[in-house]
């Protein structure tokens, strides 16, 4: 039985973002090394990797990096093929098909399924230096949406926006993101993973930013949303309460034991009754015809797992200690949404808001949760944060 690890293939003078190691290769190995391929065979290990060129690389560097995550024996490609030639059963995770001599290892007894699975579980539960890692890449982001908060003005584009918040991580030393980040306003709060643009944010828009780094490739994951004018309207506030009254109420249901669909359906009637008292919504007696409507509105989960990949591993469970989960209820004014029990003159006194989204990352403790997120989403909060000196 023999076991490969691949690291992730990388292209430095192709690719235009930072090397994104495998998840689960680096869950085994702390290593982040691009190209790299291990082999544990007979008890021992092994290193496949093309060592750079001197004239356009550090090799020191490089050399330096390499020996602090492994003391194998280097071998060529000759010897590695040699050493696979009569296994039963070789091991493997499910990226080996990126692999640049895939098409000969295909030829072998690959199994890419079991270490993937049993990792899926494992991973749901952190560790204290990943808890630290995640702690820190949310205290980046909740520092990179304040910076936002304090420097954003009217007429200032969705791309600028992103741009405040990379220009904030680097101050840091932080290049690496979660996912792409979110910036939208207005009408394009209704689209769920909308890409910025070079739009400018009109002076009565709320912006929803969907934003978060990595920190020793460990995720973040948090939502805010602002008037870019610095002060709420009544009609904005009317339906931020909705989602930040939702967001209040499901953290008070992460506790460990509870399952995760229970606390969903319980949000879903919370995110019923708030949207009821602005009468968004007609009285329904049917718990189902309410959930029902209101996954109409929030055509989402209410949140999932964080790590190594911000949406991480398998769906939430049951909710266990040290579990890293993020938070993200929301409701959304989408043009195709038809349902008898909207009240139609309401939904367009709100419609041109597009869509509100507020997200937490916290974990869960002995009792219940500890947030991460560090930056405010009270009213108050923000209004104060964007106030100019």
């Not at 982040?32 to 690389?57: A, E, G, M, R, W």
């Not at 791309?159 to 932080?174: A, N, P, Q, T, V």
């Not at 709320?206 to 709420?232: A, E, Q, T, W």
Request: aromatic share 12%; glycine share 4%; hydrophobic share 35%.
């Amino acid at each position: 039985m023999s076991t490969i690890l691949y690291s992730g293939y990388y292209n430095s003078e192709l690719n235009t973002y930072p090397f994104q190691v495998d998840p689960n290769f680096f869950y085994l190995t702390s290593c982040d090394i691009p190209n790299l391929t291990i082999l544990y065979h007979n008890n021992k290990q092994y290193i496949l990797i093309d060592i750079p060129d001197s004239v356009f690389y550090d090799i020191n560097d490089f050399k330096n990096k390499l020996n602090k995550c492994f003391h194998a024996e280097i071998i060529n490609k000759k010897d590695f093929f040699f050493m696979l030639k009569n296994c039963e059963l070789i091991y493997t995770l499910p990226n080996i098909d990126t692999h640049p001599y895939f098409s000969k290892l295909k030829q072998y007894p690959l199994d890419i399924n079991t270490i993937s699975s049993k990792l899926t579980k494992k991973r749901t539960i952190k560790f204290n230096d990943e808890i630290q890692s995640i702690k820190t890449a949310c205290n980046h982001t909740s520092n990179g949406i304040k910076y936002i908060l304090k420097h954003v003005y009217p007429n200032m584009s969705q791309i600028e926006l992103i741009g405040l918040f990379k220009h904030s991580l680097s101050k840091k030393g932080i290049q690496e993101l979660s996912f792409n980040p979110i910036t939208s306003h207005n009408k394009y709060n209704q689209f769920l993973h909308y890409e910025a643009q070079d739009k400018k944010i009109e002076k009565k828009s709320l912006v929803l930013l969907d934003l978060g780094c990595k920190y020793n490739h460990y995720c973040s994951d948090i939502s805010r949303c602002f008037p870019i004018s610095g002060k709420f309207t009544n009609l904005q506030k009317d339906i931020y309460k909705i989602i930040l009254n939702s967001l209040k109420y499901a953290l008070k249901l992460m506790k460990p034991g509870n399952y995760w669909s229970d606390i969903t359906q319980k949000v879903q009637l919370k995110l019923y009754d708030e949207c009821l008292k602005i009468k968004l919504v007609s009285p329904i007696d049917n718990t189902q015809e309410k959930i029902q409507l209101i996954q109409l509105l929030m055509p989402h989960s209410l949140g999932h797992h964080v790590g190594l990949n911000n949406h991480d591993c398998d769906t939430i469970n049951q909710l266990q200690k040290n579990m890293i989960i993020a938070v993200e209820p929301g409701i959304y004014f989408r043009n195709n949404i038809k349902s008898p029990h909207i009240n139609k003159n309401i939904w367009n006194t709100y419609k041109h808001i597009g869509g509100i989204r507020l997200e937490d990352t916290i974990i869960i403790t002995d009792k219940g949760f500890h947030n991460l997120s560090t930056i405010t989403k009270e009213i108050s909060g923000i209004e104060s944060l964007m106030k100019k000196k």
